[in-house]
């Protein structure tokens, strides 16, 4: 069993184009949940969202490049340059084929489709663009992640909504853990604001019409956000021998299945991908210091995900420091569990707890230790990342800090 260390981390969401500029954000506890550049025709129940504003494709790719890809994968290749890039590893000879490229998308390229469909259906033009089908496969950010960097062994997406890219995550840990490879690029990457899928949110009515208050006693739902995390993943003795910077560590990984309803929560499946995690890692439950929750906003979400972590950590729940990122980078689907890995590795590295923003009033029903509104300074080495989906999937990584 090989020890499996993070070397790279990138991210492109509301927060920045930058791991520099998302950290800066999420301790300053800027809220980019704001409102929409396009309002919706007729307007949308909610107003806001948590747009990449600061992503302008032109600044990244070709004209040429803007025809074969869709936004949710240049969000994810535009991350992964920067991982690869702080990583500083180089996948030649033997190590591209010992490599992996394992990404995570809720429902891959939406524009495409919906333009498509226009053409069809509204304008009665049989014809659509003959790239259709490369542009809104949701392996797309994976194969050209693979090819920019010549990686030659497993490259594949997962598709599990809101746990997509925890699931990736997971998948590329255990793989370098077993020594099925040496290395993976590994994350998820979402892009949402098409007017066909806003519209179908709204229909679910559990979108907020502000912004998303996790745990707070006057919650309405949560906001949507889109953009993409990645992370380099390394066999740690490799890792060393090269010389590169641990920016930290995956230790555990644990995955469960609601067997319960296709949207409503249960305790039980949350709690039991926390437990294996845990197990997986080989620690105590007094060993977690803080969890990035999956706290959604949600009136459901969030009172399951405090009694999944109570039934888990029992008395250690008082004291565990708690947080949802949400609030600030929106709920970005797919690509909800790569974004909040990095903000956990940077907590990590750096003793803060990134906060909750918009808490308003403690919910005796959300009895947590929420971080509220400011970060807080704390002595951390082991955290977990939450998410938990539709279909009553939940993926849980458990991380550790960095011992250089």
Request: net charge negative.
């Amino acid at each position: 069993m090989n020890r499996v260390a993070v070397t790279g981390q990138g991210l492109v969401c509301a927060l920045g184009n930058t791991v520099a500029e998302g950290w800066a954000r999420l301790i300053a506890g800027e809220c980019r949940i704001l409102p929409m550049k396009d309002p919706g025709s007729p307007p949308y129940k909610f107003r806001n969202g948590a747009e990449a504003w600061d992503f302008k494709p032109l600044d990244h790719f070709t004209e040429k490049d803007l025809v074969m890809l869709e936004r949710f994968a240049l969000l994810a290749v535009v991350a992964a340059r920067e991982a690869v890039a702080q990583s500083g590893i180089r996948f030649e000879g033997d190590l591209s084929d010992r490599s992996a490229v394992i990404t995570g998308s809720s429902v891959g390229g939406q524009f495409t489709e919906e333009e498509g469909y226009i053409r069809l259906y509204r304008e009665n033009n049989p014809r659509v663009t003959p790239l259709t089908i490369p542009r809104t496969m949701a392996n797309a950010g994976a194969s050209r992640i693979s090819l920019e960097f010549g990686i030659h062994g497993p490259a594949y997406t997962v598709a599990t909504a809101c746990s997509s890219s925890n699931h990736a995550l997971g998948q590329a840990f255990w793989m370098v853990r077993n020594g099925q490879i040496t290395a993976a690029i590994a994350g998820g990457s979402e892009a949402v604001f098409a007017e066909g899928l806003l519209r179908a949110w709204e229909a679910m009515r559990v979108v907020a019409p502000d912004v998303c208050r996790p745990f707070s006693a006057d919650r309405k739902g949560l906001s949507l956000g889109e953009g993409a995390g990645m992370l380099v993943l390394e066999n740690w003795n490799h890792a060393r021998a090269r010389g590169a910077a641990i920016l930290g560590e995956v230790i555990g990984f644990g995955m469960s299945s609601d067997a319960h309803h296709i949207t409503q929560p249960c305790v039980e499946g949350p709690a039991k991908a926390m437990d294996w995690a845990i197990r997986d890692a080989d620690i105590s439950p007094d060993q977690v210091d803080y969890i990035n929750a999956h706290g959604t906003g949600t009136l459901a979400n969030d009172v399951t995900e405090t009694q999944a972590i109570r039934t888990v950590l029992g008395k250690r729940a008082d004291s565990v420091l708690v947080s949802s990122t949400k609030s600030m980078h929106g709920h970005t689907l797919g690509a909800a569990g790569a974004i909040e890995a990095v903000a956990c590795l940077l907590a990590l590295k750096h003793g803060i707890v990134p906060p909750t923003v918009n808490f308003t009033a403690r919910d005796p029903a959300c009895d947590l230790n929420v971080i509220a509104n400011e970060a807080r300074t704390a002595q951390m080495q082991i955290a977990l990342s939450n998410t938990f989906a539709f279909g009553g999937l939940n993926a849980t990584l458990v991380l550790k800090g960095s011992e250089d």
